[in-house]
């Protein structure tokens, strides 16, 4: 019970807050240059690592004191408070200008988007790990039981993904030059698959090590920011950012259903390591831009 309010309260918040603000500021994204587009990924994406700790914490605290079901009420009433501060919380800002069919317009846009093959190399590059590892997490409770690990392993087994992810951004974000991000993009996905190879093969400490290492991996978004914002027409960089979280929550929506399907046509483990082969997989697709020197 306490894995439902994990990722589906705060985490899936900020992705909505981020997919509002994305969608409907196509005129201030255009204003987007090559050093604030990767630090703005990944205080994104560190703040969303966080609030999953978060998350973590105060439902198994929730659970612990009042119960499985009183705590998903309180994930509803998260909800509720998330949909308020959409809603009336950010600001207003005028997209760009549009005549016809808002739909059709964006379906228009995210077609020629996709049929820019840069571009849909890197939004692939993005969505499909991502699917992966939201796969992984969804096996962890089931993981962690058909393992014979502590009561309370499970828990700690899912936090430790957002722990590694948290630190990754920070590294890549702060530490890291611009120049050299795009050089660590191969090795980090590589970083985000490899672990969970040897998952179902490890001791419980070694487990979560393994996972504090993947989510750590995950930060190569980051080094992907500066070629996505070059690839992309400087018109289209509203509704390509809101297709690249749209894409990406809808796949990371996917991710569970499929690798859980797989899990149960052989076990877990097998399908986390699954999992592992799909992200490393992926690794052709950033091999344009990995090897390139980025602009300090």
């Known amino acids: 019970m306490p894995a439902t309010w994990r990722p589906d309260s705060a985490p899936s ?5 981020r997919g509002r603000r994305e969608g409907a500021e196509s005129e201030p ?6 050093w604030s587009a990767p630090l703005g990924r990944s205080l994104f994406n560190a703040a969303s690592a966080g609030a999953q700790l978060l998350g973590l914490a105060l439902g198994g605290a929730a659970v612990a004191a009042i119960g499985a079901r009183h705590a998903l009420l309180i994930g509803a009433g998260c ?11 950010l ?29 849909r190399r890197l939004l692939l590059a993005q969505w499909l790990p991502a699917a992966s590892m939201m796969g992984t997490d969804g096996l962890l409770v089931a993981f962690a039981s058909g393992r014979g690990f502590p ?21 890549m974000g702060r530490l890291v030059r611009p120049a050299h991000r795009p050089r660590l993009v191969a090795p980090l996905m590589l970083l985000t698959g490899a672990p969970l190879l040897a998952l179902g093969a490890v001791a419980f400490p070694a487990s979560v090590a393994l996972l504090v290492l993947a989510g750590f991996g995950f930060a190569y978004g980051v080094g992907l920011q500066q070629p996505f914002l070059q690839a992309v027409p400087a018109e289209s960089r509203g509704q390509s950012f809101a297709l690249l979280s749209t894409g990406a929550m809808t796949l990371q929506g996917l991710g569970p259903l499929v690798f859980g399907a797989a899990a149960q046509l052989t076990t877990p483990g097998l399908a986390i390591a699954a999992a592992g082969l799909a992200t490393i997989a992926c690794l052709p697709l950033v091999r344009p831009w990995s090897g390139r020197r980025g602009n300090d």
């Open 13 to 17: 918040t900020s992705r909505s807050l």
């Open 29 to 34: 994204v255009k204003d987007l240059d090559r």
């Open 79 to 89: 909800h509720a408070v998330a949909a308020v501060t959409v809603r009336f919380g």
């Open 91 to 119: 600001p207003d800002l005028t997209g760009a200008a549009s005549t016809g069919s808002p739909v059709r317009a964006s379906l228009t846009g995210a077609g020629t988007l996709l049929s820019n093959g840069p571009v």
């Open 151 to 171: 009561g309370a392993a499970a828990s700690v087994l899912l936090a430790a993904s957002p722990a590694g992810m948290f630190a990754g951004e920070l590294v």
